[in-house]
């Protein structure tokens, strides 16, 4: 603990340096993000009435809820 210490202490201006780089490519690595937001995703997969539910937005050709 007391040798890491030290090096900060010693080096601060390439723990500085480290630390830009790691905060750049971190920054230009949420650029590679991509989100879905269609949660019907999770409802549909494997379950009998979230494809009866998808089944039904089709038929009618919307994405709003369809109430019965």
């Known amino acids: ?3 890491i210490a030290r ?3 010693t080096h601060p201006a390439r723990i ?3 630390t830009a780089v ?4 971190a920054a230009l690595s949420l650029l590679q993000l991509q989100f ?3 949660v019907a995703s ?6 009998e ?3 009866a539910y998808a089944a039904l937005q089709e038929k009618y050709d919307t ?3 369809v109430n019965v």
């Open 36 to 38: 879905n937001a269609d």
């Open 42 to 47: 999770f409802i549909t997969e494997g379950n």
């Open 16 to 18: 500085l340096g480290m």
């Open 63 to 65: 994405a709003d809820p």
């Open 22 to 25: 790691v905060t750049i490519l």
């Open 7 to 9: 090096f900060i202490a």
């Open 1 to 3: 603990m007391r040798r």
């Open 49 to 51: 009435r979230g494809e």
